[in-house]
């Protein structure tokens, strides 16, 4: 088989992989919505605390990760790391200005499933199914979104970039639980979707 064919028929396997993946995740938000209609934890769907405190939260906590993620990205994506990133869908659509249905659709897509699952159902489970307190559903609940990210070795095998996704998942999750029960779930997807794409568009401006 000649280097031609070879990367013609690994780019099909690629997209083939890809379309499955987001389908699926189109599928999971479909099916995470519908709930809503019959009243679960809808009281995470509205403003319940917009006091003075809860907004400095909201900006200083923002502040905080996007500072964060800079710190992240000047000490983890170097060399080897920074070049593997190249392979991520987001930045990889940024980087060959053709991915618009990845940046526009499927990404904001995948926060929304990461935050209905992680926050509104995990949380709300957390709170009201097993009875704990805030705090803890808050924590538990950041421990096993950063541990969900252990799906990046599998993708990437770079120690650094699974260090920087399981430091900053953790905190993020804390961060988005605590506006979760304040703000509600759509502050928790705007926010998440914010941040993520911030750190996404940094590393692509360092490979572009």
Not at 13 to 41: D, H, Q
Not at 53 to 76: C, N, W
Not at 115 to 126: D, K, P, Q
Not at 178 to 198: A, D, Q, S
Request: charged share 10%.
């Amino acid at each position: 088989m000649g280097s031609f064919q070879y990367i013609i028929i690994t780019y099909g396997i690629r997209k083939l992989e890809l379309s499955k993946k987001y389908l699926t995740i189109t599928f999971a938000v479909i099916l995470l919505i519908v709930p809503l209609f019959f009243g679960i934890y809808t009281e995470f769907l509205i403003v319940n605390d917009f006091s003075l405190f809860t907004l400095a939260y909201l900006l200083i906590g923002f502040v905080f990760l996007l500072v964060l993620g800079k710190v992240i990205e000047f000490f983890m994506y170097k060399g080897t790391s920074k070049e593997t990133m190249k392979h991520h869908e987001v930045i990889n659509a940024l980087l060959n200005k053709n991915g618009k249905t990845i940046l526009f659709v499927f990404f904001p897509l995948t926060m929304i499933m990461e935050e209905f699952i992680f926050r509104y159902y995990l949380i709300g489970v957390l709170l009201y199914q097993l009875k704990l307190g805030l705090f803890l559903a808050i924590l538990i609940s950041s421990v096993i979104f950063s541990l969900y990210h252990l799906h990046i070795w599998f993708k990437f095998k770079n120690l650094k970039i699974l260090i920087s996704y399981l430091i900053s998942s953790f905190l993020l999750a804390l961060y988005n639980g605590y506006l979760l029960i304040t703000l509600g779930i759509f502050v928790c997807i705007i926010v998440h979707t914010i941040l993520v794409f911030i750190l996404y568009y940094n590393l692509y401006n360092k490979l572009s």
